[in-house]
């Protein structure tokens, strides 16, 4: 599997763990611009029991991000 690519050998699939690891602890409220499917996101909302908001111009990935 390329580094660039999730399980799924898509971009769009991709949990950015170098993201997550950025992220304060103390982040209550996330804006994630260009969030693919959500992964990072759920990731993260794991992670921290935050509130995340995702921005997708990719329109598949966008409605598998809104679930």
Do not use: H
Not at 13 to 34: M, T
């Amino acid at each position: 599997m390329s580094r660039n690519k999730g399980a799924d050998g898509n971009y769009y699939s991709l949990i950015r763990y170098d993201i997550v690891a950025l992220v304060p602890k103390n982040a209550r409220r996330i804006l994630e611009c260009g969030c693919g499917r959500g992964l990072t996101g759920k990731e993260l909302k794991k992670l921290l029991n935050c509130e995340i908001t995702g921005i997708e111009i990719f329109e598949e990935a966008a409605k598998e991000a809104e679930k």
